[in-house]
């Protein structure tokens, strides 16, 4: 008996990881704590209760939840992929990742498509062009107290 069970009312980890997967699932459903609240018919303080772990979820409102983020249930407790890989929800956890796969998503022509993710990809190559630019101009300034000349 080295392991104490918990009180019955106690929330544990996995009630934590249940909590922040109803939270992502949520938000990437495009639904406030209060409209997810009132499809469940519980105040959006109740949601919060259950996002942070603090409450527990029951079984029938876990499934209402389910049916209301068009899931199944299983999807509350399956593991998160890891952060480093480039697919799953950590990804879609970046601000604005969700809210570009909507939109994404409207667009009905596959040429379109592909000419937005051509422009997307474009744009991190530059983003990271001009962030590794600022690298060597701070190295150089540090090295030199001054700002290469061009």
């Known amino acids: 008996m080295s392991n104490p069970t918990p009180k019955p ?20 459903n495009g639904l406030s704590q209060s409209a997810l609240a009132s499809a469940l018919g519980v105040s959006f303080q109740q949601v919060q209760k259950y996002e942070t772990g603090k409450n527990r979820v029951g079984a029938g409102r876990l499934q209402a939840i389910a049916e209301r983020l068009g899931v199944p249930v299983s999807s509350f407790f399956e593991p998160e ?7 799953g929800p950590a990804l879609l956890r970046v601000a604005g ?3 570009l796969l909507r939109a994404y998503n409207h667009i009905a022509d596959d040429q379109m498509r592909r000419d937005v993710i051509a422009l997307v990809k474009s744009a991190a ?20 107290g001054a700002a290469p000349s061009a």
């Open 9 to 28: 009312k106690q929330t544990t980890a996995i009630d934590h990881g249940v909590g922040s997967r109803i939270a992502f699932l949520r938000a990437a």
């Open 81 to 87: 992929p890891e952060a480093a890989t480039e697919n």
């Open 97 to 99: 990742a969700v809210e």
């Open 125 to 144: 190559r530059i983003g990271n062009a001009s962030v590794s630019a600022d690298s060597v101009l701070q190295r150089a300034t540090a090295t030199n």
